[in-house]
């Protein structure tokens, strides 16, 4: 019995761990893609670059915000692009 519960409490921590893990390596993915959006949103207007400024709405789960952030990032890396390479 003792080793029933030793085995249960070791994979309710280990579960703990994996989750405060993945919400780290989610945050982390969230802060970096709003860094990269930030610099560019920042490059193009040094550039004088009229760009989309789309806000990404509130309450998306995890995986809708990332897919949102990188959607932006790529709209405004085409934006770029096009700006740099037309002159």
């Known amino acids: 019995m003792n080793k029933t519960i030793a085995t249960i409490l070791a994979a309710?921590?280990?579960s703990t761990t994996a989750s405060s893990v993945l919400?780290?390596?989610y945050s982390?993915?969230?802060?970096d893609i709003k860094i990269s959006?930030?610099?560019l949103?920042?490059?193009l207007e040094s550039m004088g670059v009229d760009y989309n400024t789309t806000n990404i709405e509130a309450?998306?789960?995890r995986a809708q915000e990332v897919k949102a952030l990188e959607g932006r990032y790529s709209e405004l890396q085409a934006q770029f692009?096009?700006?740099h390479f037309a002159n």
């Open 41 to 43: 949103e920042r490059q």
């Open 28 to 31: 982390d993915e969230v802060k």
């Open 59 to 61: 309450g998306l789960n």
């Open 37 to 39: 959006v930030s610099a």
């Open 23 to 25: 919400a780290s390596d």
């Open 12 to 14: 309710t921590a280990l």
């Open 81 to 83: 692009n096009n700006a």
